[in-house]
């Protein structure tokens, strides 16, 4: 037996004892048949008489919890019915007040055949025999602790990559790697949000964002998004942080304006906030050529640029990156040391070699061909079928489109009806934190994940889910 008794503190020793042991025996820790030590070996291992121990075992033995065996020893001989709860004496553990709100997270929905979800990339067309070439010849490379900014090798093909592909300024020095997006968002959160500042996010928006930053404490406050991006004027002139995807906002879809990029730029100088700008699908273009980013526009050291290869590669990956103004750096990488180091180095390496070798360019080509169709099988259908219904946002990007509901339509019983008949999508309004001050029904529609072949049937689903509403 190697039973914890513990005699700080004050109080009579014998019944100290005597209750440490009979609470053992009655949670289970303690078994009926076990040996107990004999009083002289546990009176030396407490420094306290052996009477004292031999005291307690009587009182023990006299209420039937433990019975003398001859020439044996003493045993355990209470078996309870139900082994009673431990009770801490504290009551029992609770997170802290915070995460209250935060655990009304949806389970994940089962998979449909017909998956409209936003945000899911096809991973049918994930370059798979080149990946597990690039990461079995990686697996061997790093054996010890790395750099906590990442690999490298990683850091200068992402600087180099996102300058040629989105203008971001970065040396590799820049760079941070991240488990994806999210990790990206989290260091941030912690380098820059004390408990109770205030965070302002696009309403509508994206949940996991602004659901990081209240589990760092912060108060989330959403600001309108119109047809140019986030309205700044909107802005609470108290907001230490502002999160923006003004690429591609979502889930509306629309690139924020150049006249709204300088106004929030020069906002967040005046205020001395900070930007987060989440470029998180903006490869995928279909028509007009992307806006300069606004890490490439700021000039005063505000924005935090965050990529990431969910949308590119797969989610699984969990790669991710972040270019940060430089006053920054040695408290985001602190921050990502003491989180979890650093980051897988065999996928590092593997993906540094699928950028350096034009893979992942070649791969971009490829997929936004792909996408390029199931967007426009889409736009043709909100032309045609389903344009009785809906008005699609206008957005010649990334992987979801939106599309406004007539008024008067019951979205939330066709996303059921669409639910029966194996088509997953959602709701506009799922996207909002608190209900709009105007209603906004609407779809999102993801295109990242049915096969293309799939999307005429499931947009005949859709029409037919409303017509019969
Ligand atoms: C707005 C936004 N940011 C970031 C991401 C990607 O996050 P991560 O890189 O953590 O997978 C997504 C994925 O859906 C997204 O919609």
């Given at each position: 037996?190697?039973?914890?008794?513990?005699?700080?503190?004050?109080?009579?020793?014998?019944d100290?004892?005597?209750?440490?042991?009979?609470?053992a025996?009655?949670?289970?820790?303690?078994?009926?048949?076990e040996?107990?030590p004999?009083?002289?070996?546990?009176?030396?291992r407490?420094?306290v008489?052996?009477?004292?121990?031999?005291?307690?075992?009587?009182?023990?033995?006299?209420?039937?919890?433990l019975?003398g065996?001859?020439?044996?020893?003493?045993?355990v001989a209470?078996r309870?019915a139900?082994?009673?709860?431990?009770?801490?004496?504290?009551?029992?553990?609770?997170?802290?007040r915070r995460?209250a709100?935060?655990?009304?997270e949806?389970?994940?929905?089962?998979?449909?055949?017909?998956d409209?979800?936003?945000?899911h990339?096809?991973?049918?067309?994930f370059?798979?025999?080149?990946?597990?070439?690039?990461?079995g010849?990686?697996?061997a490379?790093?054996?010890?602790y790395g750099?906590?900014?990442?690999?490298?090798?990683?850091?200068?093909?992402i600087a180099?990559?996102?300058?040629?592909s989105r203008?971001?300024?970065?040396?590799?020095?820049?760079v941070?790697?991240?488990?994806?997006?999210?990790?990206?968002?989290?260091?941030v959160?912690r380098?820059l949000?004390?408990?109770?500042?205030?965070?302002?996010?696009?309403e509508?928006g994206?949940?996991p964002?602004?659901?990081?930053?209240?589990?760092h404490?912060?108060?989330?406050?959403?600001?309108?998004?119109?047809?140019?991006?986030?309205?700044?004027?909107?802005?609470?002139r108290?907001?230490?942080?502002?999160?923006?995807?003004?690429?591609?906002?979502?889930?509306l879809?629309?690139?924020?304006?150049?006249?709204?990029?300088?106004?929030?730029?020069?906002?967040?100088?005046?205020?001395?906030?900070?930007?987060?700008?989440?470029?998180?699908?903006?490869?995928?273009?279909?028509s007009?050529?992307?806006?300069?980013?606004?890490?490439?526009l700021?000039?005063?050291?505000?924005?935090?640029?965050?990529?990431?290869?969910?949308k590119t590669?797969?989610p699984?990956?969990?790669l991710?990156?972040?270019?940060?103004?430089?006053?920054?750096?040695?408290?985001?990488?602190?921050?990502?040391?003491?989180?979890?180091?650093?980051?897988?180095?065999?996928?590092?390496?593997?993906?540094?070699?699928?950028?350096?070798?034009?893979?992942?360019?070649?791969?971009?080509?490829?997929?936004?061909r792909?996408?390029?169709a199931?967007?426009e099988?889409?736009?043709?259908?909100?032309r045609?079928?389903?344009?009785?219904?809906?008005?699609?946002?206008p957005?010649?990007?990334?992987?979801?489109?939106?599309?406004?509901?007539?008024?008067?339509?019951?979205?939330?019983a066709?996303v059921?009806?669409?639910?029966?008949?194996?088509v997953?999508?959602?709701?506009?309004?799922?996207?909002?934190?608190?209900?709009?001050?105007?209603?906004?029904?609407?779809?999102?529609?993801?295109?990242?994940?049915?096969?293309?072949?799939?999307?005429?049937?499931?947009?005949?689903?859709?029409?037919?889910?409303?017509?019969?509403?």
């Amino acid at each position: 037996m190697d039973l914890h008794i513990s005699l700080d503190g004050r109080g009579d020793r014998t019944d100290r004892i005597y209750r440490q042991l009979r609470d053992a025996i009655l949670d289970g820790r303690l078994r009926a048949g076990e040996r107990v030590p004999p009083s002289r070996e546990l009176a030396r291992r407490l420094s306290v008489a052996r009477n004292t121990v031999a005291a307690a075992y009587d009182r023990l033995v006299g209420d039937g919890f433990l019975e003398g065996r001859a020439g044996a020893g003493t045993f355990v001989a209470f078996r309870p019915a139900r082994p009673a709860q431990r009770r801490a004496p504290g009551g029992a553990l609770r997170p802290a007040r915070r995460w209250a709100q935060l655990l009304d997270e949806p389970p994940p929905a089962e998979p449909a055949r017909f998956d409209l979800r936003a945000g899911h990339p096809d991973p049918a067309l994930f370059p798979l025999a080149t990946w597990r070439r690039l990461l079995g010849r990686s697996l061997a490379a790093r054996a010890d602790y790395g750099d906590p900014a990442g690999a490298p090798e990683l850091r200068a093909a992402i600087a180099r990559h996102a300058g040629l592909s989105r203008s971001v300024r970065a040396a590799p020095d820049d760079v941070l790697v991240t488990h994806g997006a999210q990790q990206a968002l989290d260091l941030v959160a912690r380098v820059l949000v004390e408990p109770g500042a205030v965070v302002a996010v696009e309403e509508p928006g994206y949940r996991p964002a602004r659901r990081l930053f209240a589990a760092h404490g912060a108060r989330v406050v959403g600001v309108p998004v119109d047809a140019e991006g986030i309205v700044v004027g909107a802005l609470p002139r108290t907001a230490r942080l502002v999160y923006v995807t003004p690429s591609h906002q979502y889930p509306l879809g629309i690139a924020m304006s150049l006249h709204r990029r300088s106004a929030l730029l020069a906002w967040a100088e005046e205020t001395g906030a900070a930007v987060v700008e989440d470029d998180y699908d903006s490869e995928f273009r279909f028509s007009d050529r992307p806006l300069e980013p606004l890490q490439s526009l700021d000039r005063a050291g505000r924005v935090i640029y965050v990529g990431s290869f969910s949308k590119t590669l797969l989610p699984a990956l969990r790669l991710g990156f972040l270019v940060a103004p430089a006053t920054l750096r040695p408290a985001l990488r602190a921050a990502k040391r003491l989180t979890d180091w650093h980051g897988d180095p065999a996928a590092q390496l593997a993906l540094a070699a699928l950028l350096d070798e034009g893979r992942l360019a070649r791969h971009l080509r490829a997929v936004t061909r792909v996408y390029a169709a199931r967007h426009e099988l889409l736009t043709a259908a909100a032309r045609g079928p389903l344009a009785g219904w809906f008005t699609p946002v206008p957005s010649s990007a990334g992987l979801h489109l939106t599309f406004r509901a007539v008024p008067g339509l019951p979205v939330d019983a066709i996303v059921a009806r669409l639910r029966a008949a194996e088509v997953a999508v959602e709701p506009l309004a799922s996207f909002y934190a608190e209900p709009p001050p105007r209603p906004d029904p609407g779809l999102v529609v993801g295109y990242g994940s049915i096969p293309t072949a799939n999307l005429p049937e499931a947009i005949l689903r859709i029409e037919a889910a409303c017509r019969n509403a």
